[in-house]
């Protein structure tokens, strides 16, 4: 299935939970958040939520801001 | 009394209370110092050092898989507590999820708000903004509003629930300085939580101004991180900050139009 994850569009498996899906790109679990369409998705919960098909989910951490 | 005498000036400054306080938080210097802008992480450090901050703030960005993602080890090194911010949203929706996720990465409930209305000003837009604080402020959030230097705005976050108004001096970025200093004097009659200057600083003698004028602390991080020699900056704003907030605590002297001599009228020799 198609996801698009922090703007890119990437095929996945279908019944991919959030844990797996970060941890397939490398992305760091730590210091970061993530939401899955527009909803915060807290870390506790990565484990057993599976990724939607045609899912917007974006992985953030803090950057340099004012 | 000697010269000496009269130099010493902090075991006085330090026996008079003067805390800072947000939200039930003291906190340890009125300035704040964004880190936005920065070159490298190491001139980030040793301006954050130099400043005496004790709050920066943080924006919250797409996990990048190139990018080294350190600000947060750079930050935790220095102690200070991080403010993230919704800087870059346009919408109350963009920003309600920006400070959710900022709860999340950093474990804070309070929150830097931004929404702004184009990229060409910056400027807050004052409907999604309101918005977006309530919603914040019914979350549970400790709400910090980056505002219009407009007194009645500035009353309604205020009524909302925010806990400091952080009102503009002028477009962010641009250095202009205060360009309505009425107006944030007026803000600081308004409301009764912390005024905090925001955004416009480009130098010492602004953010003086700013203390001058009665607010609680600033925010500067362009002035700071953009400077020739950031650090140096940075503590040209620290003593600013310091020595604008005496002058507003000091009682300064009524403006007049016409001299009032200093040396004693009498006694004057003839020539």
Known sequence: ???????????????????????????????????????VVPRSEWASTRVLPDARVEVVTASQGG | MTFLDLGCVAPVVSSVPDPFVIAGEQLSSRLLLGTGGATSLTTLENAVRASGSALVTVAIRRVSLTADDSVLAVLSRTGVRLLPNTAGCFTSREAVLTAKLAREVLG???VKLEVIADDQTLLPDAVELLDAAERLVDDGFTVLPYTN????????????????????????????????PHAIEMIREAVDVPVILDAGIGTASDAALAMELGCDAVLIASAVTRAENPAAMATAMKHAVLAGRLARTSGRIPVRRLARASSPTEGVIQG
């Open chain 1, 1 to 39: 299935m198609t996801i698009t994850l922090n703007g890119s569009r990437h095929q996945i498996a279908e019944g991919t939970t959030l844990d797996q899906l970060v941890a397939f790109f490398a992305l760091p679990d730590r210091g970061v958040a993530l939401a899955m369409n527009s909803e």
């Open chain 2, 108 to 110: 804070t409930t309070w």
């Open chain 2, 149 to 180: 230097d407009d007194p009645v705005l500035a009353r309604r976050l205020a009524d909302l629930g925010c806990a400091a108004i952080m009102p503009l001096g002028s477009p962010i970025g641009s250095g202009l300085g205060i360009r309505n």
